[in-house]
T-cell receptor, first 113, second 113 residues
Framework: GENVEQHPSTLSVQEGDSAVIKCTYSDSASNYFPWYKQELGKRPQLIIDIRSNVGEKKDQRIAVTLNKTAKHFSLHITETQPEDSAVYFCAASPAGGYQKVTFGTGTKLQVIP | SAVISQKPSRDICQRGTSLTIQCQVDSQVTMMFWYRQQPGQSLTLIATANQGSEATYESGFVIDKFPISRPNLTFSTLTVSNMSPEDSSIYLC??????????FGPGTRLTVT
């Protein structure tokens, strides 16, 4: 089955700096890669996703890059703000049919004002 | 995105008892899932709730311990049976959207004493 590794487990950045979270996956059949943000005591929220026919996707201060050859994908947050502090999960899934999503172990991001 | 509600939001239960968690969606969805999130951990898929047929369980989860019902396309229940303190966790339902994205319910925080 799919195995998703995520690094780092914790990340502290100064407000205004950039943050990068990296994930690798094992199953070459995976072609859908969502990222979730989970604030303390809240549900995971989908913040951005990328599919294997796209190498990069951007949404305001958030971007995700995908390297299918190397089987890794990354989340980039620019101009970080205190409200970006949360746990971020990457995930991988094959599209089409039974869509089991395998989650990474999570990265706790702290943005220091 | 779908609006998902869960009941109860939290509960404290005695060991040996059972708790049924309800998940309600405001629109018909094909795929519904149940996850467990232990404190400080990632999301682990328990099972896929199939409408009109038995749920599909992931490795390590069995029907006798986590019976699931899915009577229609907007509702599902997860029962945690014969509970022990190790079952203390957050249980989340999720649904799949039109292009494979998943949306999560608010979760049920279960404490077993």
């Amino acid at each position: 089955g799919e195995n998703v590794e995520q690094h780092p487990s914790t990340l502290s950045v100064q407000e205004g700096d950039s943050a990068v979270i990296k994930c690798t996956y094992s199953d070459s059949a995976s072609n859908y890669f969502p990222w979730y943000k989970q604030e303390l005591g809240k549900r995971p929220q989908l913040i951005i996703d990328i599919r294997s026919n796209v190498g990069e996707k951007k949404d305001q201060r958030i971007a995700v890059t995908l390297n299918k050859t190397a089987k890794h994908f990354s989340l980039h947050i620019t101009e970080t703000q205190p409200e970006d502090s949360a746990v971020y999960f990457c995930a991988a899934s094959p599209a089409g049919g039974y869509q089991k999503v395998t989650f990474g172990t999570g990265t706790k991001l702290q943005v220091i004002p | 995105s779908a609006v998902i509600s869960q009941k109860p939001s939290r509960d404290i239960c005695q060991r040996g008892t059972s708790l049924t968690i309800q998940c309600q969606v405001d629109s018909q969805v094909t795929m519904m899932f149940w996850y467990r999130q232990q404190p400080g951990q990632s999301l682990t898929l328990i099972a896929t709730a199939n409408q009109g047929s038995e749920a599909t369980y992931e490795s390590g989860f069995v029907i006798d311990k986590f019976p699931i019902s899915r009577p229609n396309l907007t509702f599902s229940t997860l029962t945690v049976s014969n509970m022990s303190p190790e079952d203390s966790s957050i249980y989340l339902c999720s649904v799949m959207g039109q292009v494979y994205e998943q949306y999560f319910g608010p979760g049920t925080r279960l404490t077993v004493t």
